[in-house]
């Protein structure tokens, strides 16, 4: 018994990784390492895309999974469905263009996983934020605009989310197109204001920022947000 319990994890072991495998090469082939995507070669390979959701649309997140594994096979979905979105209305120049039965894009129930049917809000908020408090979460799904943290050009797995996380908050906080960043004053993006109970559970925001900026910021610093930008993030 035990024995075929061991083949039958080991079998959904490399399923799961084989779905992983196929987004992870397209994201590699068509997203360069500053994030910016060429939507354009996405929709030439359209179908090994849909292939991936097809097959996340009948895998059922697993309670035994680690906290790491589930976070980062939901930010796969997330960001993968996201793109889907993109390419069914594509050409557009944001994201926000996006409208179905009144709707707007982050409220459409469309992503199929494990069975159910879910919005991308429901995964961003009510899965990822509320069942795992990680403020990294931000910089793991991509909101498909100029303003967002860069879309990583690889797929998260249980390995890598913490360290790739880690890294990509740190690109996010030191890019000087999102944020702007001095020793007494610090213009943020709209993500740490609409999103502060996240960065400030274990401290305020400054101290969250300090975390992973290469300018050390006082105290006392002025904060302010900027302007997002919501045009498309690629081509």
């Known amino acids: 018994m035990r024995n075929i319990f061991l083949l039958l994890s080991l079998a959904f072991f490399l399923h799961t990784s084989a779905q992983t495998n196929t987004f992870d090469a397209l994201l590699k082939k068509h997203v360069n390492t500053k994030g910016s995507v060429n939507y354009k070669g996405f929709k030439q390979d359209e179908t090994q895309l849909k292939a991936y959701l097809n097959k996340l649309a009948v895998t059922k997140p697993q309670k035994s999974w680690s906290a790491a594994k589930a976070k980062a096979f939901w930010a796969n979905a997330y960001n993968a469905y996201t ?9 557009l120049k944001s994201i926000m263009n996006i409208k179905k039965k009144g709707k707007d894009a982050w409220s459409i129930p469309f ?9 991308l809000n429901q995964i961003e908020h009510e899965i990822l934020r509320k069942k795992y408090s ?4 931000h910089v793991a799904v991509n909101c498909a605009s100029g303003s967002c ?5 690889y797929t998260f797995t249980e390995k890598n989310y913490e360290s790739k996380t880690t890294l990509l908050m740190k690109k996010f906080i030191n890019d000087s197109s999102r944020n702007k960043i001095s020793e007494n ?6 993500i740490f204001e609409w999103f502060q109970e996240d960065f400030t559970k274990e401290g305020d925001l400054i101290n969250f920022l300090n975390q992973y900026s290469n300018v ?4 006392k610093a002025k904060i302010s947000y900027l302007k ?3 045009s498309l993030n690629g081509r």
Do not use: C
């Not at 793109?83 to 050409?91: A, H, K, R």
């Open 83 to 91: 793109i889907q979105l993109i390419l069914d209305n594509y050409p």
């Open 111 to 119: 992503a199929k996983v494990g069975g159910k049917t879910y919005t």
């Open 134 to 137: 990680d403020p990294k979460i």
């Open 149 to 153: 943290p860069q879309l990583a050009n």
């Open 185 to 190: 004053k610090v213009q943020l993006s709209k």
């Open 216 to 219: 050390k910021i006082n105290q």
């Open 228 to 230: 997002y930008d919501w």
